[in-house]
């Protein structure tokens, strides 16, 4: 599984992505919550501290999950009337994707190899066969955490940029759009 950066850095992208003007990429609520369910997938870690047994890459890890999450951002954003509560729904469902796509390019060294990334649809482990990420180990030793940090490095050196880009090309799109529009306006 990539680090909580590489999910961080990925639901950052995908807030800003999907940012529709200037307002909406600009608003850190929404970059919080879109961010946080690229980071969700992973509290299935804590389910081993209710009954003993390993969940991660199960149920969570899947596009089935991320529509769920979708379904419950939209109900959220009508309860308080936000304004297009599908397209923040859309926003959490692709920020929970996210998730999926990342470890399905990782390495994956903690059996059962691969994840859930069709559940309900099917029961099948998926897993990308030439790995992009590292693996991060979950034990508190020197060579663990040497190699972790490694693999945050590597994450970073290839997400950073990535989001860089993609919110320089949404700021310029959305910035020149509504400074066209502006001029269009005036005599």
Avoid: C
Avoid at 82 to 97: D, K, N
Avoid at 105 to 131: C, E, M, Q, R
């Amino acid at each position: 599984m990539p680090s909580p950066l590489a999910h961080a850095l990925a639901g950052v992208t995908v807030h800003a992505l999907t940012a529709r003007t200037s307002h909406e990429l600009d608003d850190w609520k929404r970059a919080a919550l879109v961010t946080g369910a690229a980071l969700a997938p992973d509290l299935d870690l804590l389910f081993k501290l209710v009954d003993g047994r390993n969940h991660h890459n199960q149920e969570t890890h899947s596009l089935g999950m991320a529509l769920a999450a979708g379904m419950v951002a939209f109900v959220a954003a009508r309860l308080v009337r936000a304004s297009s509560p599908g397209r923040f729904a859309a926003a959490v469902a692709l920020g929970w994707a996210s998730h999926v796509l990342l470890d399905y390019l990782n390495v994956d060294t903690h059996p059962p190899i691969g994840l859930l990334a069709l559940w309900p649809v099917s029961g099948a482990y998926f897993k990308f066969p030439w790995p992009i990420f590292m693996d991060i180990g979950r034990t508190l030793d020197w060579h663990t955490v040497r190699h972790n940090a490694v693999a945050a490095a590597w994450e970073a050196a290839i997400l950073v940029p990535l989001l860089a880009w993609v919110w320089r090309t949404r700021r310029l799109r959305l910035g020149s759009g509504s400074w066209h529009e502006g001029s269009r306006a005036s005599p």
